[in-house]
């Protein structure tokens, strides 16, 4: 598979972006963010990078010297953001008082955490877009998971182009991987010899996601393409049946599903 060609078609179907926005591009790191980063500016787009300092010991250090490396070499700007300086805390710490108080898994604590922080810099940054390197994989993922839990509303926003453009205070979350296999962007990082880490996030572990991973080894990608594609056809009607209100969050100003966004919600239990 040509993952270029399918990240451009993927762009031009569902509008992603143009020429003339500044992209932000969510880096953790790993193959999926540094490849869609590589792929974006290739094509000619005004990328950048940003990278939350989760704090997770050398795995994050690493990650930070060779984020540092690759972007000064292809000339891509990259701004870190340091954990400890936005919350007091680092990842790890956060994760263990909302296992702790809320009994949250740390899949979720963490996703919703950086979900936060890179709203907040996208707009310090002033971006049109912020790109994340989710892929088919972890859209099939999130299909099947949500099933198992007898809750499809959960997957009534995913889309290549998360949310809507409109929301005030909300940078629009974009997703060029949507339908690309991660087996097909690990040849392309691996192709292109690119210096960064290929393991797994150290703190996953025991997590219904992990879990989920693992027995997907099994599908084949086209199965995935399915589940993934066959979602996307029922979701407009999820959405017309559902209509949900966004709030501005009372303590930050972020949009929020309820009156205090998840992150606020989070972050209270810390004090
Ligand atoms: P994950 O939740 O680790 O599967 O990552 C999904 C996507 O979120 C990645 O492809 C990145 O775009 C973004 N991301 C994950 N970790 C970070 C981080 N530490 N800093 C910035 N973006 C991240
Ligand atoms: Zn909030």
Not at 194 to 208: E, H, N, Q, V
Not at 218 to 223: F, N
Request: with cysteine; aromatic share 8%; proline share 3%.
């Amino acid at each position: 598979m040509d993952i270029e060609k399918e990240v451009e078609r993927t762009i031009k179907d569902y509008g992603l972006m143009k020429k003339s926005d500044k992209i932000v591009v969510a880096l953790s790191g790993g193959k999926d963010s540094t490849s869609i980063l590589y792929i974006l500016h290739k094509l000619g787009y005004n990328v950048h990078g940003l990278l939350i300092d989760l704090y997770l010991g050398d795995w994050s250090k690493t990650h930070n010297e060779k984020m540092t490396k690759f972007c000064s070499s292809i000339g891509v700007p990259l701004t870190i953001v340091d954990l400890k300086k936005e919350l007091g805390q680092g990842i790890c710490f956060i994760k263990a008082v909302l296992k702790k108080q809320k009994n949250l898994t740390g899949c979720t604590v963490c996703g919703i955490t950086k979900r936060w922080v890179l709203n907040k810099w996208a707009k310090k940054l002033d971006a049109d877009k912020l790109v994340t390197g989710h892929n088919l994989d972890d859209e099939a993922q999130n299909v099947l998971m949500n099933f198992m839990k007898g809750n499809i509303l959960l997957g009534m926003n995913s889309s290549p182009a998360t949310g809507d453009e409109e929301i005030e205070g909300f940078v629009q979350r974009v997703k060029p991987f949507f339908f690309v296999p991660e087996s097909e962007i690990l040849n392309y990082a691996k192709k292109n010899n690119f210096d960064i880490l290929y393991d797994k996030c150290p703190c996953a572990f025991g997590t219904y996601r992990v879990e989920t991973r693992g027995w997907m080894k099994e599908l084949s990608d086209s199965d995935k393409k399915k589940i993934v594609q066959g979602f996307q056809k029922i979701i407009p009607r999820i959405r017309k049946e559902n209509p949900r209100e966004i709030f501005s969050c009372k303590h930050c100003g972020q949009p929020s599903r309820s009156e205090i966004c998840n992150a606020c919600k989070i972050f209270e239990c810390l004090h």
